[in-house]
């Protein structure tokens, strides 16, 4: 079995930058994306960023290109999310997760607990 385990949300205002971190455990994620979906209550959980395995290839959304930076650790089951210029609408539950076909097709395998960002304007 598979824990993916969050840290770092929390209460940051509008322009500020936060660092989301991920770590995974259990068994060996070799082969692996790891990346952020967030939600809110209005919306549908959405991708943020995904990172591959070998660390190589990184994918963002829209929303957040220029603004996040998603990396791995030195421990290679960790995850980073890099949040600079943080905006109101920034503000969701993220969500740390794990898929073979995570950067080609969005598709999850595994899910954290989830960490809640919140940004005031």
């Known amino acids: 079995q598979v824990q993916l385990v969050e840290s770092g949300g929390g209460l940051v205002q509008a322009g500020q930058s936060l660092r989301l971190s991920c770590t995974a455990s259990g068994r060996t994620l070799s082969g692996y994306s790891m990346g952020w979906f967030r939600q809110t209550p209005q919306k549908e959980r959405e991708f943020v960023a995904g990172?591959?395995?070998?660390?190589?290839?990184?994918d963002y959304a829209d929303s957040v290109e220029g603004r996040f930076s998603i990396y791995r650790g030195v421990a290679w089951n960790t995850v980073f999310l890099q949040m600079n210029s943080l905006k109101p609408d920034d503000a969701a539950v993220y969500y740390c997760?794990?898929?073979?076909?995570?950067?080609?097709?969005?598709?999850?395998?595994?899910w954290g607990q989830g960490t809640q960002v919140t940004v005031s304007s």
């Open positions: 990172i591959s395995w070998s660390g190589g290839e990184t």
């Open positions: 997760v794990a898929g073979q076909r995570l950067l080609v097709a969005r598709t999850v395998e595994f």
